[in-house]
């Protein structure tokens, strides 16, 4: 019998041989010198940061994306290429309406950071930044306010400025802080003329007005969130000789270092000396791995009018904390990836059917969310229908109103968005949350569950609407799903995923994500693309109207009987990962009149990691057509000039698909791409320039492993492409 062989390949009798005789070898006469221990530098603590996060992460809004890649980051917190994402938040937080800013008027002295006001050009900088002006120029410069450049140059300097912003009696705290604002020319401490500097400006933070101290405290964190000791931030931000607890209605933590956010600190200071939670209705946490259970529920606790609260990534949370929410006013939720087992089926079940006000539920990456947990919660609701209906059958007049009452307000049933994602929800468990909250729905993510069957989606969330027609005559399907999220799925059979578009009505899913589908080329084939790209009459019932619809390509008036639209006006389309869709034309062909329907509102397409090309993105280019186009027109438009363009496609995803060269005139048509990922493709660095020639918004380009372009130039080429334009246009400019 051979002998068995290790992983590394070699025989198991001659690793246990080499291992004798490293035990009886001589040892060395030199040991390994032990590195040296160096003190924490900023790496060090991003490395933290990200030892603490959850594996999987997904970000609502941009700014979650944004703050998550500083915190991330092992380069300098304050780079120069992060400078116009540190304005555009610095700039979003100053022009978000407020109350306080309408109804309170400030005096000279107290506006040290001026507001934004509604000036054109502080939103037209940030509008700018994200692309939502619809209708503008090719290419816009981004004017800020001074009260955004204020707060920027506040956030940059704030090292040196903070010297001795906390009290003299805490030096020792931020002897760090203060010996390298010395070295970098920024006075010293203590009691001198340096830090009689830094007493003026923390009593200048600490006079500021409140939510202007907010929204400082927002961008400190967004940007350098290490310089924010624990008693930096409890004693500017939240003093309680300048604040009171009475006047703090959102206490937003996020960001902060995690080891700057203790118990001692929430117990302590918050609740005890500020005494915050009378008329606090917004928490985040998130992140925060560093409290307890108790501390949390302790705060929560204290909070009767909490609305929202966001305990994302903290890893200590658990029953205590779902137990002392509010029932009456919490309406969002977020407590995904909290402990995987601190969170019990008892305690999630017993959330669920107490908050009944909540309209917002995130419990991704919960171990105890499954089916056992919607199950108990049935038997629950059923044993309280029996005791309702014994109070009705005693004859207590109010007892029978108040009993139809909670039976029109169960459990789940205003609920619009639901995140169940990274869970062990199954098909049983799926049908239960349906039943209570399908025709209530806008948002539902179920990605990587054990859901085999997404057609039930159809069956519980879609419903005959009798009111659709005059006088009741005619039915109108409705849904109130807008986005649906079905990344890695198994499905039951190839048929499911059409089923559900077939079920689905027109003109519902605004955002449609089907990454990583397993077995996707037997689930694809049967006919989905045909059914989302599929055309639906609309009769007009005033014939009076058709006149004034005019065609946006030629101008001229499109008749009621040919007026059409596609099944979905879907603003976002990921089919990341299903490398096994692309190898066939009738795939290419499918998907490419699918997204020439979607051609006037497709803002965002991820197409990485499948077998597709630059033919498919034709259809975003070329007008719309009434007829599917046969394999003759579509080679003789692929020879033609392209003369038409894109400028409503922000986002492109093509990594590791078969793009190159060829597609480098397709891609330069779409005009408002603002993001493009090629990573792992065939570009070359030409092709890239014709890229950025024609996409003027072009801002974020990802050329990892792209082995076209040189090493050296992968993360600056973009950079070095729009200065060479910008000076050879101010040489041809003064010539």
């Known amino acids: 019998m051979p002998p068995k062989r290790s992983r590394s390949g070699t025989n198991a009798a001659a690793s246990a041989s080499t291992s004798k005789k490293q035990k009886t070898a001589a040892p060395k ?52 290429s992060l400078e116009q994402d540190h304005l555009a938040f610095a700039a979003a937080l100053m022009e978000s309406s407020s109350p306080s800013m309408s109804s309170m008027s400030f005096s000279q002295d107290e506006m040290k950071l001026s507001s934004d006001g509604s000036g054109g050009g502080g939103s037209g900088g940030v509008r700018g930044q994200y692309g939502e002006a619809e209708g503008r120029g090719p290419q816009q410069a981004k004017v800020y306010s001074l009260g955004t450049f204020c707060m920027h140059a506040i956030v ?54 409140f939510y202007l101290s907010e929204r400082l405290f927002k961008v400190l964190k967004h940007s350098r969130p290490e310089l924010l000791s624990t008693k930096l931030w409890t004693g500017l931000f939240f003093n309680p000789n300048t604040t009171s607890g009475d006047r703090v209605e959102e206490l937003d933590l996020e960001g902060l270092i995690p080891s700057q956010v203790t118990d001692t600190v929430v117990r302590t200071h918050l609740l005890w000396t500020l005494g915050v939670g009378p008329r606090l209705t917004k928490i985040n946490l998130n992140h925060q791995t560093g409290l307890s259970d108790k501390v949390v529920s302790d705060l929560v606790g204290a909070c009767p009018n909490l609305t929202r609260l966001s305990l994302k990534g903290c890893s200590k949370v658990g029953d205590l904390t779902l137990a002392s929410l509010p029932e009456e006013s919490i309406e969002e939720l977020n407590v995904s990836f909290v402990g995987a087992t601190a969170c019990t089926v008892k305690g999630i079940s017993g959330m669920v059917l107490r908050c009944r006000a909540l309209r917002v539920l995130k419990v991704a990456g919960l171990a105890n969310v499954k089916d056992a947990v919607f199950m108990q919660l049935e038997k629950n609701l059923a044993l309280e229908k029996e005791q309702q209906q014994e109070d009705i059958g005693r004859g207590s007049s109010g007892g029978g109103g108040s009993g139809k009452k909670e039976a029109e307000s169960g459990p789940l049933s205003r609920l619009e968005n639901l995140k169940i994602s990274t869970t062990s929800l199954g098909d049983r468990g799926l049908k239960v949350v349906l039943a209570l909250c399908g025709r209530t729905l806008r948002r539902l993510d179920i990605s990587q569950t054990g859901v085999m069957r997404p057609s039930l989606i159809g069956q519980y969330c879609v419903w005959d609407d009798a009111e659709g027609g005059r006088g009741g005559s005619k039915k109108k399907v409705t849904t109130r799903l807008e986005k649906l999220n079905l ?13 559900l578009l077939q079920q689905l009505p027109a003109n519902s899913l605004h955002t449609l994500l089907m990454g990583y589908i397993t077995h996707s080329r ?76 979607l051609a006037p509102y497709l803002k965002r397409l991820e197409l990485g990691y499948t077998g597709y090309d630059h033919e498919v993105l034709l259809g975003l280019i070329d007008p719309p057509h009434r007829h599917r186009l046969t394999a003759e027109e579509v080679t003789l438009q692929q020879g033609q000039e392209f003369e038409k363009h894109n400028d409503v496609l922000e986002e492109l995803g093509m990594d590791a698909t078969r793009i190159s060269d060829e597609g480098a005139v397709v891609l330069s048509r779409l005009r408002g791409l603002s993001r493009l990922s090629m990573a792992n493709t065939q570009i070359s660095k030409d092709a890239v320039e014709i890229i950025a020639a024609g996409c003027p918004r072009l801002s974020s380009l990802d050329l990892t492993s792209c082995r076209g372009v040189p090493v050296v130039q992968r993360r600056t080429l973009l950079k070095d492409i729009r200065q060479r334009a910008s000076s050879s246009s101010s040489s041809s400019s003064h010539s």
């Open 156 to 209: 940059k300097n704030f090292e040196r400025l903070a010297v001795d912003a906390v009290t003299a009696a805490s030096t020792k705290s931020s002897a760090a802080v203060a010996g390298r604002a010395r070295s970098g020319g920024g006075g010293g401490g203590g009691q001198g003329n340096g830090g009689g500097g830094g007493q003026r400006f923390r009593q200048q933070v600490q006079h500021l007005p």
């Open 487 to 499: 990344t890695r799925l198994t499905m039951s059979t190839p048929t499911e995923l059409s089923t």
């Open 29 to 80: 006469p030199k040991a390994k010198p032990k590195p040296k221990t160096k003190p924490k530098s900023k790496s060090t603590r991003t490395r933290e940061i990200r030892e603490d996060s959850p594996p999987e992460k997904d970000f609502d809004s941009y700014d979650d994306a944004v703050r998550d890649a500083i915190l991330n980051t092992t380069k300098s917190r304050y780079d120069v």
């Open 522 to 597: 037997s689930v694809f084939s049967d006919g989905v693309f045909e059914e989302m790209s599929s055309w639906d009459l609309e009769e007009l019932e005033d014939e009076g109207e058709a006149s004034s619809l005019l065609n946006q390509q030629g101008g001229e008036v499109i008749p009621a009987s040919l007026r059409t639209r596609p099944k979905f006006l879907l603003r976002t389309l990921s089919l990341f990962g299903n490398h096994e869709l692309g190898r066939s034309a009738r795939d290419r062909d499918a998907l490419r009149w699918h997204l020439n329907t």
